[in-house]
């Protein structure tokens, strides 16, 4: 996926010289490209006269950073017991091939990022697909497709 560097460079530029901004830059970077880069942390290294190691350090420490590309919609499939034992893994297999890609990764077209989870607190509903944070409960491989469509 192309970054468009001079952006990147805008980003930087309104943090130049300043102290303790290496976490509010990171944000940004993340605001805008929903990831951030390698070849972004280079750049911010070489601007800001910052270490790569402690930029990586940072972005690897923060939930918020992600130093993998993530789709536009994440979508999260329950795999705790409740789910599982209510056919959650057929659930994932159905979603992993409608987006062909396996759980842990992004589709080509960044539509979609795959995670599964370990219970979400509402087993009752299960199986339990999450999608930007709207729960979708009781849900069998039939209505996978639906549900993705959504979301485009
Ligand atoms: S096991 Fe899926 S919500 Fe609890």
């Known amino acids: 996926m192309k970054v468009k560097m001079k952006r ?40 800001m006269r910052i270490p790569t190691s402690q930029i990586y ?23 705790g017991t409740a789910c599982q034992v209510r056919g959650a893994p057929k659930i994932l297999d159905r979603v992993e091939e409608n987006l062909k890609i396996k759980e842990g990764s992004t589709t080509a077209d960044m539509r979609f990022s795959l995670r599964r989870v370990n219970c979400l607190g509402c087993c009752a509903m299960g199986p339990v697909v999450v999608v930007d944070g709207n729960y979708h409960g009781k849900i069998t491989p039939a209505m996978v497709e639906d549900i993705l469509e959504k979301y485009e």
């Open 8 to 47: 990147v460079d805008e980003i930087i530029e309104r943090y130049k010289g300043e102290e303790g901004v290496l976490i509010q830059l990171l944000l940004d970077i993340q605001s805008e490209f929903n990831w951030i880069p390698h070849g972004v942390i280079a750049r911010i290294s070489e601007k």
């Open 57 to 79: 350090r940072i972005a690897s420490f923060y939930k918020a950073m992600s130093l993998n590309p993530v789709g536009r919609h994440i979508i999260h499939v329950c795999l």
